[in-house]
């Protein structure tokens, strides 16, 4: 079973306008300790390339119902 990252995120300026983000890791991820050994790492990239917004929560696993935006 491939794992992936799925994390909230919200705009600075408007803290209740939040978007869940996914992303989903290739074949080095099969586990979930191997998933938050590249969680943190893969978020901070992502964080540094979209100023505007925060990270709120993040959790490695299967997809929710809601999958939401693809990144």
Known sequence: ???G???LTC???NPSHCVLRVHTFGDEVWTP???MSVA???MAAWQRSHERWRVERFRC???PR???TRI
Request: with cysteine; hydrophobic share 30%; proline share 10%.
């Open 5 to 7: 990252l799925y994390f």
């Open 66 to 68: 809601d999958d939401g």
């Open 11 to 13: 705009l600075a300026s």
């Open 61 to 63: 696993g299967k997809p």
């Open 40 to 42: 943190q790492p893969q």
């Open 33 to 35: 300790q191997q998933c």
């Open 1 to 3: 079973m491939l794992y």
